[in-house]
């Protein structure tokens, strides 16, 4: 195919309508008819990027094999897609002006003055157009962050228009809004929906599909009303009633028939018909789980369930592959203590400790790693929770009175997780950390090995700590192994206590390539391992 086609998401109504996940099952679907799909998602806040945002701001900061920081919706694209992103896939207004400003300073514009229209509104452009030319997509699919009708967007809705007008049939887009029920008269609106398209119209933007969600069924009436007021085909008005997965969304969509409509609006062959086989044996075993566990995660921002949105959907894909439903037990770390620990774990068949930043928290993760290591459950540290592991092992078992990270004491006589040399005299906190995909080397006779299959892995990092390996030897003495290391550095990945049934701390965040069809392997190997626990409890 020659040219790439472009379509962009848009919202109205409400936030959180789940944009990206009409995005990547549109996507999915395109996929599974044979074309080569990207998304991108476009962030209209003035931060560079978001790894400089709190998760109560955000939810999860994602991290791509190239060492991008983004937003979350680009796991969503990876755990649909089965393809990784990269840092073009993110785009903030920061980073747009970053560069705008960066080539108004070395004189590339000549000494016009530089303005929205056209300066900002090219570079969103050629962000956009930049993954289909360089990376040889068929279809681009841009999803723009926030709601049409905030001031913060429109520098975006502008550029979608520019480039609807350019490209004609090569561009679409979709419009994603709500359709509210009320309760009290027993009807559901589309007022919001008419006023939200009008926005766009205000614009200049004419949707090509409207995505309605809803909590009821949409009547064809209703269809047909919408698609009259707001200049849109019948057939284009598209259903989205709420589903209990995410994972079930390609489904409706290809039952509302979205991809075909989309198809035939860009001039595109249908292709084959989709391929969702592997896709549906997923959805079966999830639905149809023969066991069922329950995994404690532990961290600070518990009352925000998208801070681990990773995490918790790296455990679907684990807890579908082992045909069983895994119940996630929310523990706050500051809420543990010596008393309560046995009252609120004794319950939990896996912990899971999540990874983290600050002090804040802290003793109460190194209390339930104590517990798990004691009480020989299924234990699995990231990040973070990997550096517990060691703090607590060396407090516990060596005996090192205040041994610690660097990071929450500078002070501490034993340094057992301590400061990257490279971390050494950076002072910036945007993009500094270790990111990104590195390769390690996995120990033969290890747990992680079993686990993987094979000894050489590459997982992604975020974090600016490591292991202190001159306390490796004392600490591999007294029981716990590293058996992972990175080739290059010799930094210590992985450890874990091969006397325990199954304890695994890993310094990388496994949890971001986890994939509908690829789960991971250490999360499968985790749920396995909490449902032997679970099956040693009941006998
Ligand atoms: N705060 C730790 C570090 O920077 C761990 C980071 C993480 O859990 N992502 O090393």
Sequence with gaps: MSTTKYIFVTGGVASSLGKGIIASSLAKLLQARGYKVTIQKLDPYINVDPGTLNPYEHGECYVTEDGAETDLDLGHYERFLNSPTSQANNVTTGRIYQSVINKERRGDYLGKTVQIIPHITDEIKRYIKYLGSKKKFDVVISEIGGTVGDIESLPYIEAVRQMKWELGTDALIIHLTLVPYLSASGELKTKPTQHSVKQLLENGVQPDVLVLRTEHKLTPDLKGKVALFCNVSKEAVIESIDVSTIYEVPIRMKDEKLDIIVLNKLGLPLGEEPDLINWNEFLYRYKNPKKEVTIALIGKYVELRDAYKSITEAIIHAGASNECKVRVEWIHSEKINEDNIEKRLK?????????????????????????????????????????????????????????????????????????????????????????????????????????????????????????????????????????????????????????????????????????????????????????????????
Excluded at 401 to 424: C, H, R, Y
Excluded at 488 to 505: A, M, S
């Design 347 to 539: 319950d939990c068949h896996g912990i899971l400790i999540a990874p983290g930043f600050g002090h804040r928290g802290i003793e109460g993760k190194i209390i339930a790693a104590k517990y798990a290591r004691e009480l020989k459950i299924p234990f699995f540290g990231i990040c973070l929770g990997m550096q517990i592991a060691v703090i607590e092992f060396a407090r516990n078992i060596l005996n090192l009175q205040g041994a610690d990270s660097t990071e929450m004491n500078p002070s501490t006589e034993f340094p057992v997780i301590d400061l990257m040399d490279e971390q050494k005299g950076i002072t910036d906190k945007g993009g500094t950390m270790r990111l990104g995909s590195y390769a390690c080397n996995l120990k033969k006779d290890s747990g992680a090995y079993k686990a993987y299959g094979k000894s050489k892995i590459s997982e992604r990092h975020r974090h600016r700590y490591e292991f202190n390996n001159s306390f490796l030897p004392m600490i591999e003495t007294a029981g716990m192994r590293a058996t992972g290391f990175n080739p290059d550095t010799n930094l210590v990945e992985i450890i874990e206590i091969p006397e325990h049934p199954w304890y695994i701390g890993v310094q990388f965040h496994p949890e971001y390539s986890s994939t509908v069809l690829q789960p991971h392997p250490l999360f499968v190997a985790f749920i396995k391992a909490a449902i032997e626990n679970s099956q040693k409890k009941s006998i």
